[in-house]
């Protein structure tokens, strides 16, 4: 095992610690997964993300066979889906964080963009946000939805389910799915109330000098 694969695990055991102890994860909720040169880390099915071990972590190839570690996640699809559509992901982050899952769940959010242009941050680490339907957990279904869109979206939100989030490293991945969840306490709580959003004029300033993932 080398020792950028070493340290990857370090950081998915790391990295999903914090965000179980600040409450983004709870029980055996939630999974991640990072590249490495020869397949991808998942974290184990049924595991909780507060006490990885990172020897453990389920290693696959790009193909989806199973090489080593424990069972990884049964939303290895969802992953996988990803890695396949945009070459340019390193990591993905599946949550049930309170709030975006929240607003997955809202029969009122617009499909094409659930998590509107609230904050600059939420432009510059998440980008356009999509509903897709409802899948049952594990089935190779969401895989499928995840394809049909193209590489178009780094993050979407999985229908009465939670969000899912890419980055170009698991640091970067992580750090947009905490900062899609607190834009979504943030619509939340702005919820009734008017509220001014971000203009197209200013996303396309924050992508222009800034650019998008």
């Known amino acids: 095992m080398s020792d950028s694969e070493n340290r990857i695990r370090e950081d998915i055991a790391r990295l999903s610690k914090s965000l179980f102890d600040r409450g983004f994860s709870v029980g055996s909720a939630g999974n991640l997964s990072a590249a490495v040169e020869d397949g991808i880390l998942m974290t184990p099915t049924n595991s909780c993300l507060g006490f990885l071990d990172p020897a453990r972590i389920s290693k696959i190839s ?23 559509t945009r070459p340019e992901v390193g990591a993905v982050v599946h949550l049930h964080s309170t709030y975006a899952t929240a607003l997955s769940c809202l029969s009122d959010v617009d499909p094409e963009d659930c998590i509107p242009p609230l904050t600059p941050y939420v432009v510059m680490r998440v980008g356009r946000v999509k509903l897709v339907d409802y899948v049952r957990p594990g089935d190779e279904k969401g895989g499928d939805l995840i394809r049909a869109l193209g590489g178009k979206h780094a993050a979407v939100l999985l229908a009465n389910h939670g969000p899912v989030v890419t980055g170009k490293d698991i ?30 004029e ?4 924050l992508k222009a000098v800034f650019g998008s993932y």
């Not at 193909?63 to 570690?69: A, I, N, T």
């Not at 049964?74 to 996988?80: P, Q, T």
């Not at 200013?202 to 300033?205: D, F, H, K, L, R």
């Open 202 to 205: 200013n996303v396309a300033e």
């Open 62 to 84: 790009r193909d989806g066979r199973h090489l080593s570690g424990d069972k990884p996640s049964k939303e290895i699809f969802l992953h996988s889906a990803f890695y396949e």
């Open 171 to 200: 640091c970067s991945a992580v750090y947009a799915a905490e900062e899609l969840e607190e834009t979504a306490k943030l619509l939340v709580a702005l919820r009734g109330l008017p509220t001014r959003i971000l203009t197209a």
